[in-house]
């Protein structure tokens, strides 16, 4: 069983920087087999994968955040984080966070919203 909670979301004006954390409660397995990812949706659009991180530390990124955005993991404290910079308007989104291992499940945070805005 994984328990998820987002943090570091907000109001930010484009250009500038936000990082988001995601930490979990975890039983029966290490926190370090999961991969992790964010995921983010828009009003009115699909949720999105924005970027994932593996259990041996591969990352991967959308194609609209890579070189904005970075994935890391910190296994002794059950805790990712994603550094975003460069904030768009449309990076204005609610956030969530998913972990995943095979025969291990899947679970979601509740999200944490984040606003670019002048």
């Known amino acids: 069983q994984v328990h998820l909670v987002e943090s570091g979301g907000g109001l930010v004006q484009p250009g500038g920087p936000l990082r988001l954390s995601c930490a979990a409660s975890?039983?029966?397995?290490?926190?370090?087999?999961?991969?992790i990812s964010w995921h983010r949706q828009a009003p009115g659009k699909q949720r999105e994968l924005v970027a994932i991180?593996?259990?041996?530390?591969?990352?991967n990124y959308a194609d609209s955040v890579r070189g904005r955005f970075t994935i890391s993991r910190d296994n002794g404290k059950n805790t990712v984080y994603l550094q975003m910079n460069s904030l768009k308007p449309e990076d204005t989104a609610v956030y969530y966070c998913?972990?995943?291992?095979?025969?291990?499940?899947?679970?979601w945070g509740q999200g944490t919203q984040v606003t670019v805005s002048s």
């Open positions: 998913n972990a995943k291992a095979i025969g291990a499940g899947e679970y």
């Open positions: 975890v039983s029966g397995y290490m926190f370090s087999i999961y991969a």
């Open positions: 991180i593996a259990s041996d530390g591969t990352t």
